[in-house]
């Protein structure tokens, strides 16, 4: 059966890097809004006996750019699932390398929305075939898909690369206790015996403001501070103070998903970070590692 892979206007490098890697031909999307808001997607053919009876592939991250918000990512995959749903695909296979609202898996305050949970029901109810994600900040809820769901993950080729840049004698350290079993699998990729540390977090619930706590023994140590996702990098900034304050000598900031929203890198960088380094999980200018060999492997 012959594979497209349909490019998202979220993923346009990585999508066409595991085009080239699976061998198959790419088409993109034209794409616009309407003066009331609306989103508009086009499939960028002439014909549409091109996708008639071929696996389609599509890849689209749904983070926020400067070019379109999470709902704005998210209205554009759903039109790709129904555009060649409706032009008779044999198989649709959706790759999702960032999900948004994947952090709203739990209810914290009284009337809040379990919406990642909606989030993944709704890809679902498309009748899609197969569903991949990258480091998703929930895995489990990925039993909410009645199709094949893969979570892919991604630590070790973000430690290849930081190997790859001489960083040695290292420390993995989570920003807090709850990322700890992600730090301590992380840190296996750099050797066995490599430490793993955190610092103590607490987090308003109303208002989202964090307090972070802690001196490690970090001296003269490669620190690779490490989580899933980076936004405002207010965790991360703070992180790597306390681990600049520590003695730590170079300190990279790493995340799969790098969103970096408002003055993110500003921050992160000022704290006292050497370098950040994202996937392209986010098609911003951290991204730093691809994941298109990966992606491939698993959909070969």
């Keep these: 059966m012959k594979k497209i892979v349909l490019v998202g206007p979220a993923s346009q490098m990585l999508g066409l890097k595991i085009a080239q890697e699976l061998g198959t031909e790419a088409i993109n999307t034209e794409v ?27 890849i689209q991250s749904t983070g926020p750019s400067s070019s379109g918000n999470q709902n704005t990512r998210l209205m554009e995959l759903f039109m790709m699932i129904d555009s060649v749903k409706r032009m008779g695909a044999s198989k649709v296979i959706v790759v999702v390398p960032y999900l948004a609202y994947a952090r709203q898996d739990k209810v914290f305050r009284p009337g809040e929305s379990q919406f990642a949970n909606v989030i993944l029901c709704l890809i679902n109810s498309l009748g899609i075939d197969e569903f991949y994600t990258v480091d998703m900040h929930a895995p489990q809820i990925l039993g909410e898909c009645s199709c094949k769901a893969i979570n892919i993950d991604s630590m070790k080729l973000l430690a290849n690369y930081i190997t790859s840049i001489g960083a040695n004698d290292i420390v993995v350290v989570a920003p807090d206790k709850g990322a700890m079993e992600r730090s301590k699998a992380f840190a296996k990729h750099f050797g066995e015996n490599v430490p793993v540390d955190f610092f103590t977090k607490e987090r ?27 936004a405002t990098g207010g965790t991360m900034a703070t992180a790597i103070k306390l681990a600049r304050n520590s003695g730590a000598n170079r300190i990279f900031a790493v995340a799969t998903h790098a969103l970096l ?25 951290v991204s730093k590692v691809s994941l298109a060999k990966i992606i491939a492997d698993y959909l070969k």
């Excluded at 619930?205 to 980076?230: F, H, N, P």
């Excluded at 993110?264 to 098609?283: P, S, W």
């Design 261 to 285: 929203i408002d003055q993110a890198k500003f921050r992160i960088l000022k704290a006292g970070a050497d370098e950040i380094i994202g996937t392209d999980a986010i098609d911003n200018e």
């Design 204 to 230: 308003d619930v109303k208002t989202g403001e964090i307090k972070m706590t802690g001196t490690l023994s970090l001296k003269d140590k490669d620190v690779v501070i490490a989580d899933d996702i980076i």
């Design 32 to 58: 616009k809004r309407f003066p009331d808001g609306e989103n508009y997607l086009r499939i960028n053919i002439e014909d549409e006996t091109l996708i008639a009876n071929k696996e389609v592939i599509i």
